[in-house]
């Protein structure tokens, strides 16, 4: 079955973003999606707004092997992941008109997509933070990147943002003692202990970040989820105990770096402490485990959320409108977990 569609918006980048991005770098343009014989048209119910767009909007960004963003160059329509109801689509794509979908092209109301892209959540009411959120990667990332062991001392920066509000509260249900996150404001530092459990949040606010981190925990941590690296990494490696095991899913510190957003986040390691502690760092994409860990992650979150003290956190904005502000806020520190866009 078919249904016209008569009017739909997309938001595209108006210009490279230098320094600050604002909304401004971006337009909301009507196209309506002209679908190939193989696309499902999905109208979308909400996208994901992800702070690594803002480094792929950069002039002069690169195609990496390993990020899921597409190079932007004013004009180009923005992607992130979505979750849709199927509009129309091929008879034998297996997928029928109302079904749920998730699938790469978020930033418009109404997709085309091919149907080798679009995966089925069938058509019971789902929370779309359970799919669009980061608790999937931080369960990957501590469950293959690392193990967390009964008791451990855990560090996660960015412990407010989409991946890290995640993995604080998933480190706890995973047995560690004490979870320590960082962050950049007052607000969401009392937040985090009230909502996400953390027993102390320290501050990235100008004073050597090693300080509070080394009263936080006086006997070394064990474990370190790294969203940010630079000073962060480094106060986290002066802290390491013997055993201590990193996992590193970002650099934040480089992406988000006002004045020259960067994939390269040079760091001076002592290379002493990795071999005198036995640390182990261990760079990690949740990609490469996608399939396997997602569908554990899913039961997993259903479990602990019945549970009542697991939070599946998110801002949600609304309208195709709010979304370029959504991404402005979402970078300049604003906002607490995933940041979605309900349609
Ligand atoms: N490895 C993987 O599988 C994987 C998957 C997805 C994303 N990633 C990467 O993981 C990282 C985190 O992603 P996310 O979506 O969870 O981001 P996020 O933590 O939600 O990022 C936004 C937060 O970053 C912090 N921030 C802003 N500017 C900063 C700066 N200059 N230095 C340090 N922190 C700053 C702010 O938090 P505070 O003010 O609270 O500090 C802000 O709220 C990114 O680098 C992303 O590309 C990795």
Redesign the pocket.
């Known amino acids: 079955m078919n249904m016209k569609m008569t009017s739909s918006r997309e938001v595209r980048l108006a210009a490279h973003p230098t320094g600050t991005l604002l909304p401004e770098h971006f337009v909301i343009t009507e196209a309506v999606p002209v679908p190939g014989a193989n696309d499902v048209v999905v109208r979308n119910r909400w996208f994901r707004v992800?702070?690594?767009t803002r480094?792929m909007a950069t002039h002069g960004a690169e195609a990496v092997k390993?990020?899921p963003f597409p190079v932007l160059k004013p004009g180009d329509v923005l992607a992130d992941g979505a979750i849709g109801e199927v509009v129309s689509c091929p008879h034998d794509s297996g997928f029928r008109v109302g079904d749920l979908i998730y699938h790469p092209l978020g930033w418009r109301e109404y997709a085309a997509v091919d149907a080798s892209q679009c995966v089925a959540l069938g058509n019971e009411p789902i929370d779309p933070a359970a799919y669009l959120g980061?608790g999937w990667?931080a369960y990957?990332?501590l469950t293959r990147g690392i193990q967390i062991r009964e008791g451990d001392t855990v560090f996660v920066?960015?412990?407010?943002?989409?991946?890290?509000?995640m993995a604080g509260q998933i480190a706890r249900k995973l047995g560690a003692g004490r979870v320590i996150g960082?962050?950049?404001?007052k607000d969401?530092a009392e937040w985090m202990k009230a909502e996400l459990g953390y027993d102390t949040v320290i501050m990235?606010n100008g004073r050597p970040i090693i300080e509070p981190l080394a009263e936080a925990a006086p006997d070394g941590i064990d474990v370190f989820v790294d969203?940010?690296g630079?000073e962060?990494l480094s106060a986290a490696m002066a802290c390491a105990r013997e055993g201590a095991r990193f996992v590193l899913?970002?650099?934040?510190?480089a992406?988000?770096?006002?004045s020259e957003a960067s994939l390269r986040a040079p760091l001076e390691i002592d290379s002493f402490q990795l071999i005198i502690k036995g640390i182990t760092l261990r760079g990690?994409?949740?990609?490469s485990d996608a399939t396997e860990a997602f569908a554990e992650w899913l039961q997993c979150a259903r479990r602990w959320q019945s549970e009542g003290d697991f939070h599946l956190t998110h801002t949600t904005f609304h309208g195709i409108d709010s979304a370029p502000r959504a991404l402005h806020e979402?970078?300049?520190?604003?906002?607490?977990?995933?940041?979605m866009v309900a349609l």
Not at 182 to 185: A, D, K, P, V
Not at 255 to 258: F, G, M, Q, R, S
Not at 284 to 287: F, G, K, N
């Open positions: 992800s702070v690594s480094l390993g990020i980061h990667t990957a990332a920066s960015s412990g407010a943002g989409a991946i890290g509000s960082s962050t950049g404001t969401k990235r969203m940010v630079g962060q899913l970002g650099a934040l510190t992406e988000l770096n006002v990690y994409s949740a990609d979402a970078c300049a520190g604003k906002l607490r977990g995933v940041v």
